[in-house]
Nanobody, 115 residues
Framework: QVQLVESGGGMVQAGGSRRLSCSAP????????LGWYRQAPGKRRELVAAITRDGTINYADSAKGRFTISRNNAKNTVNLQMNSLKPEDTAVYYC?????????WGQGAQVTVSS
């Protein structure tokens, strides 16, 4: 089963930055809508940012002005640059690809923001 691979998780102090990356051997990203989701303890998984095949971007209100999603179809990667991080951004961040009828997820990357 194809799975996405996230990297870049870790601990950061409030106000700092972190860059998450996602790649997928076996998936042609140019065919996929891509997104980043997160799930904090005791909360539902929520959309953080998404980018369509044609480059249209959507951000959650909590991410606007601080996070930037980008994709590189030639390298089959999607990134999430997170700036001005807050303790409430602490969560497991998941990469997602929607391609044809498939909904593919990564294993998640923990991001912990300390105050």
């Amino acid at each position: 089963q194809v799975q996405l691979v996230e990297s870049g998780g870790g601990m950061v102090q409030a106000g700092g930055s972190r860059r998450l990356s996602c790649s997928a051997p076996g998936i042609t990203f140019s065919f996929a809508g891509l997104g980043w989701y997160r799930q904090a303890p005791g909360k539902r998984r929520e959309l953080v940012a998404a980018i369509t095949r044609d480059g249209t971007i959507n951000y959650a209100d909590s991410a606007k002005g601080r996070f930037t999603i980008s994709r590189n179809n030639a390298k089959n990667t999607v990134n999430l640059q997170m700036n001005s991080l807050k303790p409430e951004d602490t969560a497991v961040y998941y990469c997602n690809a929607k391609i044809f009828a498939a909904d593919v997820w990564g294993q998640g990357a923990q991001v912990t923001v300390s105050s």
